[in-house]
């Protein structure tokens, strides 16, 4: 049985592969469903990352406590709900990481679903 996100990655691998053959690449109006950039200022962002963040820090299961840094790089796309991708820097016990985290946000079944991508330590 496939779950939401696997079924959320499927459309969104479809409406990538569209959009790479599409004739109107670039701009977002001309492309539905395609990946845009997102503002990392924009509060409901600022939230997800908070979310995300909890989420590592959950998942690192070490008893450290994460903070986050910045808000490195956001996109925001249109799928079976919102797919909001992050690019986060996040620091604990003094070791910087760099996570990869996608979130997916369908308000009308109150859900969104965080995956953490990958979490790998960068140098200063």
Do not use: R
């Amino acid at each position: 049985k496939m779950n939401t996100m696997q079924v959320t990655y499927g459309l969104v691998m479809v409406m990538m592969l569209f959009c790479a053959y599409s004739p109107a690449q670039g701009a977002p109006q001309d492309c539905p469903g395609c990946p845009v950039e997102g503002d990392p200022q924009d509060p409901e962002i600022q939230k997800y990352a908070e979310q995300a963040v909890d989420k590592i820090e959950n998942e690192a299961n070490c008893g450290c406590a994460y903070e986050l840094v910045e808000i490195s790089h956001v996109t925001t796309q249109v799928v079976a709900g919102e797919l909001v991708h992050l690019d986060l820097v996040v620091v604990h016990e003094e070791i910087k990481e760099q996570c990869s985290v996608d979130i997916l946000v369908q308000s009308w079944l109150d859900v969104e679903e965080i995956t953490i991508n990958s979490c790998e330590a960068i140098s200063e």
